[in-house]
């Protein structure tokens, strides 16, 4: 069901960033000579062989002591070690073997995860092809060579990778049992609220190396259903660096996604909606996971009779992007509609996995059309000959038009708006993709 989680680890300016964007095929990452300048997108969805993967950019700043240096890298290793599937270990075949790469290959080695091992900066294999064999001490695997700069190696580095990947489609038939990723900020309450579903402290929040990710989570017995929910407070940052943490807590937040099917998104009542949580939201609803908004510590909260209706507006205007959300007012302290939440995450899974007949929608799509034209450009307009819906986690439907470039995302939200008044999808994003197709008349 998820995708394989890639992640990609080395000293600062080694050329993680680099490697990130040549993997990806496109500049997400800002990559400058200054180590520590990576601020953009640290996660990319990417394929190889056909095959899907989430790639991550640990990235990171440098400081100025060479201590807190190997410090900043464990802490990416651990991060890397706890998340990942499989690890790019990335070193500099011009700086050579240094004090640090032994250091972090020793944490690798002891987490057992897969690591492959790429020596960058290799342009010229005649030049730099003996100083790669130096890179063996690690004891780490065989080294791969690569100019991430030059797109060189890439594919066999990627060939080494997805070797280690799940064998395609075995996971899906194992695991049907719901998975429930709880994300939001760091302190909102998001173990606090797994603690009280189950009853007893069973989130263990660590900083040690080498805490899998399996260490957080959680199996619940519900009404004769096991739910899995998986919790993003695992790793907590020593030093508070603020970027430093949005930057982990994001791709804490990433991977965990990736496993879920429906995701609670936590916010803190008495901080409000903010600009962070709408960045962690948006991380789900690209995914097309159904979506939860749990307002929690709403027992702290001074209220009248219009608080919630306040609150809801708030939410709505902030994730205004996801009008599909459900959102419901808990407290993980007092207990307050926990147990509705589970009523919620079994209906959003339900809407997730919808199907409707084609009959159905076409006739939907019509009625549509005949109250609302689709829009036209230089005289042409758009003709939607025929709708069918094709997968569900999202629901996601094909349309097949005259002319692609005359759709517009308006008319789009239109067609998404008579849909769900017809079936509801509450909870879920639905995905529309345009397919063109010559009609009769032309």
Not at 102 to 116: E, F, G, I, T
Not at 368 to 377: G, R
Not at 427 to 439: A, N, V
Request: aromatic fraction near 8%; charged fraction near 30%; glycine fraction near 6%.
């Amino acid at each position: 069901m998820s995708k394989p989680v890639v992640a990609i680890v080395g000293r600062p300016n080694v050329g993680k960033s680099t490697l990130f964007n040549s993997i990806a095929g496109e500049t997400i990452s800002i990559v400058k000579d200054t180590p520590g300048v990576t601020r953009d997108r640290i996660y990319a969805d990417c394929s190889w062989l056909d095959r899907n993967f989430t790639l991550i950019d640990t990235g990171g700043i440098e400081p100025d002591s060479s201590d807190i240096i190997l410090s900043q890298m464990r802490e990416q290793a651990e991060i890397a070690i706890a998340t990942a599937d499989v690890i790019i270990f990335i070193v500099d075949v011009r700086q050579g073997l240094v004090d640090a790469d032994s250091k972090v290959a020793d944490m690798l080695r002891k987490s057992k995860k897969p690591v492959v091992l790429a020596v960058n900066k290799v342009d010229s294999f005649q030049k730099f092809g003996n100083d790669v064999y130096e890179f063996y001490n690690l004891g780490i695997g065989d080294p791969v060579s690569v100019s991430a700069a030059s797109r060189l190696g890439i594919g066999d580095m990627l060939d080494e990778v997805v070797k280690f990947f799940p064998p395609a489609g075995e996971e899906e038939e194992e695991d049907d049992r719901p998975r429930i990723a709880i994300v939001g900020k760091p302190n909102v309450g998001k173990s606090s609220i797994i603690n009280k579903l189950i009853g007893e402290n069973r989130v263990i929040v660590s900083n040690i190396a080498g805490t899998t990710r399996d260490a957080v989570d959680t199996k619940v017995m519900h009404n004769g259903t096991e739910y899995v929910f998986i919790d993003t407070a695992g790793l907590r940052r020593k030093n508070k660096i603020k970027e430093e943490l949005e930057r982990y807590s994001i791709i804490r937040t990433v991977t965990a996604v990736e496993r879920a099917d429906v995701v609670v998104v936590v916010i803190d009542a008495t901080e409000g909606v903010t600009e962070q949580d709408a960045k962690i939201a948006g991380i789900a609803h690209e995914r097309g996971k159904g979506i939860i908004v749990a307002v929690n510590k709403w027992d702290a909260i001074e209220k009248n009779d219009k608080t919630i209706y306040e609150f809801t507006r708030k939410v709505k205007d902030t994730l205004s992007f996801m009008p599909y959300a459900e959102i419901i007012f808990i407290s993980a302290a007092t207990g307050q509609r926990l147990g509705k939440l589970y009523e919620m995450i079994d209906m959003v899974r339900e809407n997730q996995t919808l199907r409707v007949a084609t009959g159905v929608l076409n006739e939907i799509m019509s009625e549509a059309v005949a109250l609302q034209q689709p829009p036209s450009d230089k005289g042409k307009r758009l003709r939607l000959y025929y709708i069918t819906q094709v997968a569900v986690k999202p629901p996601t439907f094909v349309i097949f038009v005259n002319d692609k470039e005359l759709t517009h995302f308006s008319y789009t939200r239109y067609l998404e708006n008579r849909i769900r008044e017809a079936f509801g999808f509450r909870g879920t994003s639905l995905k529309f993709i345009y397919r063109e197709r010559k009609g009769k008349d032309e």
